[in-house]
């Protein structure tokens, strides 16, 4: 409480039900979960039915896989001019 610990998770848990607050606020503040809530709408009011069909099956492949069909959209999107491109992923 005087910003010298952060509690453990089950302590965090407890205050934040006790508050009836969510744990991220009381982890991270009302920007950050401002923040969150944005991007689960942005989410949300994205992806369709066949988005989120696509997802499932890219999922369920294997993780070479995964990571070419990765690296093909990433390459699509830099070329549209894409503002939500992701950084290239570091080499393995």
Request: glycine share 4%.
């Amino acid at each position: 409480m005087n910003a010298e610990a952060i509690p453990t998770q089950d302590k965090l848990q407890e205050l934040a039900r006790r508050l009836k607050v969510e744990p991220h606020f009381l982890r991270f503040g009302d920007r950050t979960l401002r923040h969150l809530r944005a991007e689960q709408k942005r989410w949300d009011e994205g992806a369709g039915y066949l988005e989120r069909e696509t997802f499932d099956a890219f999922l369920q492949l294997p993780a070479p896989q995964r990571k070419l069909i990765r690296e093909v959209i990433l390459t699509f999107a830099k070329v549209h001019g894409s503002s939500t491109a992701v950084a290239d992923p570091p080499q393995s």
